[in-house]
């Protein structure tokens, strides 16, 4: 059996990415979603090992030490990580992972695990994108403005990913990314079992 | 605007590329078929400049030196060659082109224009091959054999291609190659200008 595919799904703020995610989590059979681990206390109804795994930042800290993490950071004073064990065993079981991480956190991940897909999402314009972030009524003008020159910034990192999908509509985002899924799956260097399958029987 | 992408469809004979390719050309909308040039007399109905384009062999030969195909073959005393500059012309132009051609053909093609998405397709078995190529009744048991000798060594090039899609039902099949020429429509590296409007507006 052929090991299954990492797939990130990466791209600024306000790109939709976690709305992309939710639907292919959703619509993909037999998809796994890759849980991070983190220092940050649980919030009311998170699942231990759904949403998070949650441990103290000794333990966070050591494990960083010990190479357990294909990507991790430091947000507002919590570590955030994703576990590098637990991904790579249900890949080697022929799993497929879903990803979702901004892009700081993607090209790390590029780093420790270059087989993965990686897939950017791109907002339709920056204007679009500055309604988006606008919309959700959380920021300040000032945190909207960084947040926009930080997404213009982070638009030239595209081009350190395999695929880019423009997600002016998240139907059609979302179908984008299906059929690169299933492209991957039909390279080469993924079948070298089923060719000599054939030529076996 | 982006280049347009050359496909190329090859395979062992009785993989079925043919019938794939029919269907392709049927249902993707503005694909265009790459149409060889051949010192072979016309078959009548064969129109030149559809079904191929007809010229003399002095004129091949010319054209072999001055570089003017993407690859060309001697078969049975007759030459087949890809016109390189229409080829290139239309790809320029952003129009996308199926190129169905044998293993041989292929690896030429992907030596004159790396660029182009090679796909390889895969017999469900060498039993199967053996069915397909003895049902069409027009070959001998030797010929029958050493097609299936070929087939079985031309299995080994498979790596050699992007991808390998499996024919064993060709709906199957043909869906497969329209989700890897969208996902090759997303690749990074072929939208830059995408990514340099969003930056824009």
Redesign the interface.
Request: hydrophobic residues 45%.
């Given at each position: 059996m052929s090991n299954g595919l990492l797939v990130v799904i990466s791209g600024p703020s306000g790109s939709g990415k976690g709305t992309i995610c939710k639907r292919l989590i959703d619509e993909i059979e037999n998809i796994n979603v890759s849980v991070s681990a983190t220092t940050r206390k649980p919030r009311v109804g998170e699942i231990e090992g759904k949403n998070y795994f949650f441990i103290d930042e000794d333990d966070f800290v050591k494990k960083i030490n010990n190479d357990e993490f294909l990507e991790h950071a430091l947000v507002y004073g919590n570590y955030y990580g994703t576990p590098k064990k637990i991904v790579l065993k249900q890949l080697e079981e022929g799993k497929d992972i879903i990803l979702e991480i901004d892009i700081q956190g993607a090209l790390k991940v590029k780093e420790n695990y270059p087989k993965g897909v990686f897939i950017?999402i791109?907002?339709?314009?920056?204007?679009e994108l500055k309604n988006r972030i606008e919309g959700r009524g959380t920021d300040s003008k000032e945190v909207i403005h960084r947040r926009l020159k930080c997404a213009?910034d982070e638009?030239n990192y595209?081009?350190?990913?395999?695929?880019?999908?423009?997600n002016d509509e998240v139907d059609s985002a979302v179908e984008?990314i299906k059929?690169?899924i299933?492209?991957?799956k039909?390279?080469?260097?993924r079948?070298?079992a089923?060719?000599k399958k054939?030529?076996e029987?």
């Open positions: 950017f791109l907002p339709p314009s920056l204007e213009y638009l595209a081009f350190e990913y395999d695929y880019v999908v423009l984008k059929e690169i299933s492209a991957e039909n390279k080469s260097a079948n070298q089923l060719i054939i030529k029987v």
